[in-house]
């Protein structure tokens, strides 16, 4: 796998009176790793939960690969995502958040329990899985959820601010050692 093209072209987001997002095009190329840099307010979160189908645009369209998904469902994108925060279940361990969205698509359990544990030894977790979020710290946290974003082996990873300050060092390192995915990351511009 290689990774998807991602294709935004002229995507808009309103709510209410409020632009969040206003003519924004944007293009990856397969295996491809895009840092969009804002300040604060400038509409990288509303971008990227566009892509992922979190959020529909107001106008504009979103290609993955040679498919329109402006309209598909979240789960049916095959985008791995770290949100900006709440980024685990809380009341589920380690190991069953990682394996969530692998149960989510019917993937059978012995496959799931290794897959779950190659991606927390991506992360550096191999040691946690069974510990709950609130015993792990914050980089830690957000490790799990670069695990579980990367366990389905998705082709368009995204990343919204997590793992902030080693962010594009740690994300390659992860890279190199997973299967490539296309990737783009909102990172605050004063960084
Ligand atoms: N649900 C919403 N309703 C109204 N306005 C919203 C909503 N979500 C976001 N906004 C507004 O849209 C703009 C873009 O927000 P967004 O979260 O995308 O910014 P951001 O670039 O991710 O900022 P930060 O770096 O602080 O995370 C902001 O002005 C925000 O107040
Ligand atoms: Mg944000």
Redesign the pocket.
């Known amino acids: 796998m290689k990774g998807e093209r991602v294709t935004v072209r002229e995507i808009v ?1 309103r ?2 009176s ?4 206003e003519g924004v095009s944007v293009d990856v190329k397969a295996g491809e790793f895009l840092s969009l840099l ?12 566009m892509i992922a189908g979190f959020e529909l645009p107001t106008a504009g369209l979103i290609e993955i690969g040679a498919t329109d998904v402006t309209y598909v469902a979240p789960n049916k994108r095959n985008v791995g995502m770290v949100f ?1 925060k709440y980024a685990l279940f809380p009341h589920m361990s380690v190991k069953d958040n990682v394996a969530f969205p692998l149960r989510m698509r019917k993937i059978d359990r012995a496959q799931i329990a290794r897959r779950v544990g190659e991606a927390l030894a991506m992360v550096q977790l191999d040691a946690y899985g069974s510990r709950m979020p609130t015993q792990l710290s914050g980089g830690q946290q957000q490790r799990v959820a670069l695990a579980r974003a990367l366990v389905f082996e998705p082709p368009v990873l995204l990343m ?2 997590p793992l902030a300050r080693s962010t594009r060092n740690f994300a390659n390192s992860c890279r190199s050692r997973s299967r490539h995915f296309s990737s783009v990351l ?1 990172l ?1 511009s004063s960084m």
């Open positions: 987001k709510y209410g409020v632009t969040a997002v804002g300040p604060s307010g400038s509409g990288k979160t509303t971008l990227l939960m900006q919204d601010e909102a605050p």
